[in-house]
């Protein structure tokens, strides 16, 4: 593993609070006005930085998300800050009720990243947390997100079609 560069040296990276704040207080209040939606399966994506920013917002409880899709996130960013992001919310809390989906591909560095830091999350045995990863074969950083995001988006929302054609 290898850790990214200081983010003191990407000055408009950061703010992942603030960003949090404004979807969850603003953007989705206002969709939920302005559109049909159920609340029920409320569904953040994102890849690489914005990845890395999926995965920060899953460990943000309660959350008006309940899936969370992270492909190819930045783990390593800021000498892997978000690992000891994960360990606090694990000290502090007995569940995190939402579903994490994972992917890399395979051509890319960040499969040794992925793995560990899924099977941290596993460990900890949550009643309702489901964490998934997948690598996608012959797939770089900058191809694998289409896969990565039909797949996902399947995985999530085909469970869901398929409860409510059989209900």
Known sequence: MVACQSPKQYPFAGG????????????????????????????????????????YAFFQQP????????????????????????????????????????????????????YPFADLLRGWRFPQLNVHVATIAEETHFSVQPAAFARGLRTLFGAIKNKDHHA
């Open 16 to 55: 992942a609070a603030a960003f949090h704040h404004f979807l969850t207080n603003e953007v989705i209040p206002f969709v939920d006005a302005h559109y049909r939606t159920n609340g029920t399966a409320n569904t953040l994506a994102g890849a690489s930085i914005s990845g890395l920013f999926t995965v």
């Open 63 to 114: 959350s008006p998300f309940h899936n969370f899709l992270a492909s190819s996130p930045s783990l390593s960013w800021d000498n892997f800050l978000i690992r000891q992001m994960a360990m606090e919310y694990a000290e502090q809390s007995t569940d995190l009720p939402a579903t994490l989906l994972l992917s890399v591909g395979g051509l890319e560095g960040m499969v040794a990243d992925l």
